[in-house]
């Protein structure tokens, strides 16, 4: 279960965009019409996400920001960021948070092949309806269950399961470190031909 967004009142979400000001990101954002919410991450300590949607545009704008109350540093689809605050605020990493962890790294981190979208449950995955009945099956006959393991040799995670990622599905074990950088392992091609109309992050956790 991830953490509900909590969101802040008036004066609050002033306050926030006040500590903004300095950001070169922070003019799109309206102090009459933004709506700033956080959640809280169970591997940092003192760090949490913070959401700003600017309700001023149309379509709607929106931000994430890693932030610890003081200082706020924008998500850009790189993992410098999530390093960066892996770094200060000592990420704690265990086999009840490395799933989370993965799920929050990849929707904020593009690959170089778009989204990669890691599937615990093939039939509750994000727009499976949107494939063909034929794909659909594919799609469940091929996941392999994701398996989590701690290699204390190594001071790994190692994380085996399926994996949505350009178009098709990988089964793959990752292995996360203990300042929580990625690495791909025993990489191998399931399923081509899988698109979806938009990202299926979109409800995943960004709206949830």
Known sequence: MQPSWTR???????????????????????????EVSWRSLPFYNNYRLYRLINYAT??????????????FLSIDGTANPIYTINEKDGIRLNEMNVIPYLDFFFTNVQGSEGDIFLIKDPRK??????????????????????????DATQHVHR???????????????????????LAFQEQNLLLTGIHFPYSPYSQHWLEG
């Open 8 to 34: 802040l009142n008036r004066e609050q979400s002033h306050q926030v965009l006040d500590k903004l000001s300095g950001h070169k990101d922070a003019v799109v954002f309206s102090k009459e019409a933004t």
């Open 125 to 150: 995955m994000p727009m499976l309806d949107s494939l063909s009945e034929g794909q659909q099956q594919s799609v469940i006959s091929s996941f392999k269950p994701l398996k989590v393991s701690y």
């Open 58 to 71: 149309m379509p709607t704008f929106s931000m994430m920001y890693l932030s610890n109350g003081d200082e």
């Open 159 to 181: 994380v085996s399961g399926t994996i949505y990622y350009g178009g098709g599905l990988i089964s793959a074990t990752i292995l996360v470190s203990s300042e929580g950088k």
